[in-house]
């Protein structure tokens, strides 16, 4: 039986979703403004970058973005006749299909990365002591860690 959490920890659970969707929209208007690309392109350009093959599958990419499943496919198709990303089918799987950066999307990559590390700096960083980042890093890996644990064990009894 769950109980309910106190108005307190409500407030605290409240403030992060507000702090994310806050400090997300912040980002997203700055990478819009100095690169005209949204803060999703710009986290699928780093995701297939830091894949260290500049691919991915699709089902993977969308396990790795910030953006939902479902929409995934519509913005790879914005992103591909922009140019920034291509699709290779996958040898060892006909229904599988890659999401591939190219060169155009390195680029773009490169010259919207100081934006957004100079707005993870003004919107997050700035506000944040040394103590308090290296306690929220600790506190975000728990929960990280226990949700992770939590659809490992669901995916296990789903099969």
């Avoid at 479902?70 to 591909?80: A, F, H, P, Q, V």
């Avoid at 960083?125 to 040394?130: A, C, V």
């Amino acid at each position: 039986m769950t109980t309910r959490p106190d108005s307190a920890r409500l407030d605290v659970f409240g403030r992060f979703l507000r702090a994310h969707q806050q400090v997300s929209e912040a980002l997203n208007r700055n990478l819009l403004q100095e690169r005209g690309i949204s803060l999703p392109w710009y986290d699928v350009l780093l995701q297939l970058s830091a894949s260290g093959e500049d691919r991915l599958r699709l089902q993977d990419l969308a396990d790795r973005v910030l953006y939902s499943r479902s929409g995934l496919t519509r913005l790879i198709d914005r992103m591909e006749k922009a140019g920034l990303v291509c699709r290779e089918p996958c040898a060892d799987d006909r229904r599988g299909t890659f999401a591939v950066l190219t060169p155009a999307g390195k680029r773009e990559l490169r010259r919207a990365a100081p934006t957004h590390l100079r707005g993870i700096e003004e919107h997050f960083f700035s506000k944040l002591s040394e103590d308090e980042i290296a306690l929220l890093g600790r506190a975000m890996g728990r929960v990280l860690e226990g949700t992770r644990c939590a659809s490992q064990d669901l995916a296990g009894a789903v099969r």
